[in-house]
């Protein structure tokens, strides 16, 4: 259990950033879903839905073959390795930037946003600055500097954070108070959900500026031969990064032009659904910060006799935590739907469908090692190629008749399926012996209790919160007979 403990305090300093941190973002859902319309939410949810995909492309998948190449070479090559990602990254990113500030108004029209070119422009910029700073910061997660990682993540969210508050909540009142006061010199009204956009642009100059000491890595030089192993690692990461995306972000983008509704209406249902999926982000912020110190781990301690043991228990202990998240979420849903707007609650729905979805993701992402720890990336590829060709499939067949709800069920399916494939293919070319009665039977389990909170309050009469904490006591009581003796277990 030590080496588990540890990797869970490393998981809980990233959760700072990734949990701790983009809760308060979190937060922000109440203020963009109470200010804006479900329609203007819906532009904001599009753009951060390709956001998505490009994030993933503008990486090259180096994020990953760094780490990979870092821990292989033993002769003092890890800063080339760097310095070489880096480089790359730099110039791609660059040049993708000079690619989309050629081609913004044509891109603005096609995208229907031809009065709003800014919004691609604005875009481009915290896309290539959030690429140009990922390896950087891979560099601290492998140097296991995860309380400067956390703490610029940090600084990044509280900066969007003020930023919003200025632009939607303060400016607004200011000028309706004063209107020649100098807030009109810095605030336009007409720009509207595009403050969401100028928050997260100054945030990641903000980021950018804290991680400048990182870039004299570009001075270690760039080896060409090192170059060309880390490529052929990479790529197929990047088809592996982008199905993930469309699996993930798909939705999203396929809502405005698949709903069977005019433009304004499809992205009311847009907007509703993706202020819905928010409901599901404590389980995807947990996964983000439990991969954050898992694939470092995973590689460093892959050479151990008893990784494949340690790495059953992993999978465990993240499905009983992901569980019990799944279940709060769940359960007492009537406290959290007020994080969104009334309009936006019509689609409640679809959150535990999601969190499902979510959790099944993680359980994919435990599983994943099979193909990162031999070398088999391109296999990996195939995998989250077939989860995406599901995705498009069941999208296109779904949305037109169920709407969003076929766009739920659609990640959940996705996500189930490569869960399974992954497993199979793991039990060949890395076989691991995960305790899969008791994933299941967790997972069976949180099922179970969710299903019993939707008849037990109108049968019994009691209040919802009243038997929502019974049904998770039960959940804990459950884990803790199964669980307690090896929780409690002290490190050797």
Known sequence: MGIIRKLASQTAIYGISSIFGRFLNYLLVPLYTYYFS??????????????????????????????RFRDKESDGRG????????????????GFFLLIRWLNAPLSA??????????????????????????????????????????????????????????????PKALGQN???????????????????????????FKFLLLTP???????????????????????????????????????????????????????MLGIYSACYKLSILMSLFIQ???YAAEPFFFAYAGNSDARKVYADVLKFFVIFCVFIFLMVTLFIDFFKYFIG??????????????????????YVNLSIWYKLTDRTVMGAFV???????????????????????????????????????YLLGRKYYPVAYDVKRVIGYTSLGIALYLAHDQLPLDAGRPAWLSAGGLMLVYLLSVALFEGRKIALKPA
């Open 384 to 422: 989250s190629l077939a989860g995406a060709g599901l995705t498009i499939v069941l999208n296109i067949w779904w949305i037109p008749t169920l709407g969003y709800v076929g766009s739920a069920w659609a990640t959940l399916a996705c996500y189930g399926a490569m869960v399974i494939v992954s």
């Open 179 to 205: 209107p020649g006061s100098w807030v009109s010199r810095v605030y336009d009204p007409a720009v509207s959900v595009g403050y969401i956009f100028i928050a997260n642009l100054l945030a990641s100059v």
């Open 214 to 268: 990182q870039f004299k890595g570009l001075a270690w030089g760039f080896d060409r031969q090192l170059f060309g192993r880390m490529l052929r690692y990479s790529l197929p990461m990047v088809v592996i990064g982008f199905a993930g995306i469309i699996n993930e972000m798909l939705d999203r983008a396929l809502l405005k032009y698949l709903l069977p509704y005019d433009e304004v209406t499809n992205l009311k």
């Open 38 to 67: 479900a329609a203007e939410y819906g532009v904001v949810s599009e753009f951060y839905a390709y956001a998505g995909f490009f994030s993933v492309l503008l990486l090259f998948g180096f994020e990953t073959g760094y780490f």
């Open 110 to 171: 096609a995208l229907h946003y031809a009065n709003h070119p800014e919004y691609v422009l604005w875009f481009a910029i915290i896309l290539t600055l959030d690429a140009m700073t990922a390896i950087p910061f891979a560099r601290l997660r492998a140097e296991n500097k995860a309380l400067r990682f956390a703490s610029i993540k940090v600084a990044e969210i509280t900066i969007t954070i003020l930023l919003s508050l200025f632009f939607i909540v303060y400016c």
């Open 342 to 363: 009334e309009e936006f609650r019509a689609g409640l729905e679809v959150v535990p469908i999601l969190l499902l979805a979510n959790l099944c993701l993680g359980i």
């Open 79 to 94: 800063d080339t390795a760097y310095s070489t990602a880096l480089i790359f990254v730099v110039l791609v990113n660059l």
């Open 289 to 291: 910060a439990f991969r």
